[in-house]
């Protein structure tokens, strides 16, 4: 009886490893299977984005090394004096302040404002589907569109703007002609269409909040801006840091804007990098030049991209 007993309890366990290892393969094989039916459906994404970004990009990484121009038929190597043309081109410096400045006044605004949005539109109360729409309108209606209403905004001949002023027997503003308005109109023009995108993000970082965490500091006695302050906004730490960094990309590459409503001007105040970029590619026709431009932009973004990660990440990782 002991000796069946044996003989069944070794079956069982052989039984047990056999199907255990089938498992393990039938796992595995799945996985595999999963693995390249998912890269399968990359494919023609990663295939599109090799031939129409990643290639451009490295030919135009080697074409900054020439003095390619499309009013030469010849093509010849130069090294770095694209890059050194860079440094001491004026033209330059003054688009990269003009990028910087513009930067630095619209990041902070949509900031606070896409914040105080998402903090209005979070509750629950009747009619806010439609408040959230109308404060989401700008971001999916095209730039040029809106950079064609706004430029009859802002005309001084026969603008809305203007035409109020005027009622108001106030003084009127030649508003893209003045060096010290031009650049103003365009941070209210990119804080106005880029605050919809922004609020939608704070809202999915809100509800990321625990409501168990706010429900204690209430009933401790904690006031809403104390609760704001204390919990919600070092929960939405992550959430900024990632509104930050595609902010700063999207404003060191602002084009479309400048170049429907001011074309750089008056007296190039408004004039961007990648406006810069453009007319020294596709204006005068010096392909070496404006790849080394894009390329220079290109590390500028990365490294300031690279600083927001690494510092605002350590103040995160300090607050968790």
């Not at 603008?159 to 365009?186: K, M, T």
């Not at 006695?221 to 999207?250: C, D, E, H, K, Q």
């Not at 970029?277 to 690279?306: D, N, R």
């Amino acid at each position: 009886m002991s000796v069946r007993r044996r003989d069944v309890e070794l079956k069982s366990k052989i039984d047990s490893t056999f199907f255990a290892e089938w498992k393990a393969s039938w796992t595995l094989r799945h996985r595999r299977r999963e693995m390249i039916a998912g890269y399968l459906f990359l494919l023609p994404a990663l295939l599109l984005f090799c031939i129409f970004t990643f290639l451009p990009m490295i030919e135009s990484f080697f074409i900054s090394f020439t003095d390619m121009s499309l009013n030469s038929a010849s093509t010849h190597w130069v090294g770095l004096q694209n890059y050194a043309l860079i440094l001491h081109s004026a033209d330059f410096w003054e688009s990269f302040l003009n990028t910087a400045v513009f930067a630095i006044q619209v990041l902070p605004l949509n900031i606070i404002i896409s914040l105080f949005l998402a903090l209005l539109v979070h509750k629950k109360f009747k009619g806010v589907g439609f408040f959230r729409t109308i404060f989401y309108t700008p971001v999916i209606t095209s730039m040029v569109a809106v950079s064609v209403a706004w430029l009859w905004l802002f005309n001084p001949s026969y603008g809305l703007l203007n035409s109020i002023l005027a009622d108001l027997h106030l003084p009127q503003q030649s508003w893209l002609v003045q060096p010290h308005w031009s650049l103003e109109v365009l941070v209210l023009l990119r804080v106005w269409k880029g605050v919809g995108s922004n609020m939608i993000i704070f809202l999915a970082g809100l509800n990321s909040v625990p409501t168990e965490m706010l429900e204690a500091a209430e009933t401790d006695g904690a006031g809403r801006f104390r609760r704001f302050w204390s919990i919600t906004w070092p929960m939405l730490g992550p959430t900024t840091l990632y509104v930050i960094v595609l902010g700063t990309i999207s404003l060191l590459q602002a084009f479309t804007e400048v170049y429907v409503m001011t074309q750089g001007g008056p007296l190039e105040t408004s004039s961007t990098v990648v406006y810069l970029l453009f007319q020294k590619t596709f204006q005068a026709f010096q392909l070496g030049f404006g790849s080394a431009i894009a390329f220079v932009l290109f590390v500028v973004i990365l490294a300031l991209s690279m600083i927001n990660l690494v510092f605002v990440q350590k103040r995160l990782n300090r607050a968790y």
